[in-house]
């Protein structure tokens, strides 16, 4: 499996790395074949083809995770049970995005909880959370809407 951080020549995604002052927009992960992701968009959570993504997406950041077939299948029923066609949380966005820039310009600090945030819904740093049933992974409470795609990359990559 890996995750992959992500960014796009789309204004949405150059917009998202204007205000957080990072290199990626987008976080999502690749089941061991490349060919099905698991991601979080406008859309909604879906899973998603990893070739066609490849072809609109510079992958910035990339971890492979060594795990069992058995920890891949557990991802898998995580996902299908509790994410998978669940809606974008485009308030929680928003709320992440404005503290982001009240962060990034005026040195104002992140509050503890994403005051806008709904917990049916999903921005793509959340579905990190999806990824509990790996052992090698460390626990980090992406659900909170409060992380940026880069923000998780560095949470982990102190692993």
Same mark, same amino acid.
């Given at each position: 499996?890996?995750?992959?951080?992500?960014? &796009?020549?789309? $204004?949405?995604?150059?917009?998202?790395?204007?205000?957080?002052?990072?290199?990626?927009?987008? #976080?999502?992960?690749? #089941?061991?074949?490349?060919? /099905?992701?698991?991601?979080? !968009?406008?859309?909604?959570?879906?899973?998603?083809?990893?070739?066609?993504?490849?072809?609109?997406?510079?992958?910035?950041?990339?971890?492979?995770?060594?795990? &069992?077939?058995?920890?891949?299948? +557990?991802?898998?029923?995580?996902?299908?049970?509790?994410? +998978?066609?669940? !809606?974008?949380?485009?308030?929680?966005? /928003?709320y992440?995005? $404005?503290?982001?820039?009240?962060?990034?310009?005026?040195?104002?600090?992140? %509050?503890?909880?994403?005051?806008?945030?709904?917990?049916?819904?999903? #921005?793509?740093?959340? @579905?990190?959370?999806?990824?509990?049933? @790996?052992?090698? $992974?460390?626990?980090?409470e992406?659900?909170?809407?409060?992380?940026? %795609?880069h923000?998780?990359?560095?949470?982990?990559?102190?692993?």
């Amino acid at each position: 499996m890996r995750l992959i951080w992500t960014k &796009s020549s789309t $204004l949405l995604s150059k917009t998202i790395r204007f205000i957080t002052k990072e290199d990626c927009s987008h #976080f999502s992960f690749v #089941f061991a074949k490349d060919g /099905i992701m698991f991601e979080s !968009n406008l859309l909604g959570t879906h899973p998603s083809f990893y070739q066609e993504m490849l072809k609109t997406h510079t992958i910035v950041h990339e971890m492979t995770i060594d795990c &069992s077939q058995e920890e891949e299948d +557990a991802v898998w029923d995580n996902v299908i049970k509790n994410y +998978a066609g669940k !809606n974008y949380d485009f308030c929680g966005a /928003i709320y992440l995005g $404005l503290r982001k820039f009240l962060y990034t310009r005026f040195n104002i600090s992140m %509050p503890l909880e994403n005051k806008w945030a709904k917990s049916d819904a999903f #921005f793509c740093d959340e @579905i990190y959370d999806a990824l509990k049933p @790996i052992k090698s $992974l460390p626990i980090i409470e992406a659900g909170r809407g409060l992380d940026s %795609p880069h923000d998780i990359f560095m949470k982990i990559g102190r692993i």
